[in-house]
């Protein structure tokens, strides 16, 4: 089984406004689906590998690192009260494979090599690039270089409030 590991996760219900947070709060992590909070789950703590059910947040409502067999998501709640917090690993999950993305080949280190590799037009990376971002052109069809579009958008950030091409 996998050991997931929560990492400096803040004691904070956002939804209440202002958001609330456990300062100096002991509580146990419950599995996400056990709302009746009946079974603490056992946790290992990062510092010393203790397995503890309950932890206390810091001053500031941080709990300490520490890790879930087999879970990427628990309940904190708080002892002797009804705040609880759902607590999402800060490890990376793996997903589902998606599609074909552009992604640079092995041992190119560097902007400049990137660049050069983006540039030749034979390359496979430039192709993968041409057909994922638009290539600007004059109205005779020729490529505009050395330029690149500006975007603006409302207050709101809502809509785009205008587009321009700019030359650097």
């Excluded at 709060?25 to 059910?53: E, H, R």
């Excluded at 087999?70 to 589902?96: E, H, M, N, Y």
């Excluded at 590799?117 to 390359?123: G, K, V, Y």
Aim: glycine content about 10%; overall charge negative.
């Amino acid at each position: 089984m996998v050991a997931y590991t929560f990492s400096r996760l803040p004691t904070a219900n956002f939804n209440t406004t202002p958001p609330s947070i456990a300062r100096s709060a002991t509580g146990s992590v419950y599995d996400i689906g056990d709302t009746g909070f009946t079974t603490p789950l056992n946790m290992t703590l990062v510092i010393g590998g203790a397995v503890v059910t309950t932890i206390s947040s810091d001053a500031l409502g941080f709990l300490p690192d520490f890790s879930l067999d087999g879970r990427v998501k628990c309940v904190w709640k708080q002892a002797g009260s009804s705040f609880a917090t759902v607590l999402t690993t800060s490890d990376p999950i793996a997903g589902p494979v998606g599609p074909q993305g552009v992604q640079g080949p092995p041992g190119v280190a560097d902007d400049a090599s990137m660049a050069a590799l983006a540039n030749s037009p034979t390359s496979a990376f430039s192709t993968a690039l041409s057909a994922t971002y638009v290539t600007f052109k004059n109205f005779d069809g020729t490529p505009v270089t050395g330029k690149h579009v500006e975007i603006t958008l409302t207050a709101d950030g809502t809509d785009i409030d205008n587009i321009r091409v700019v030359t650097p």
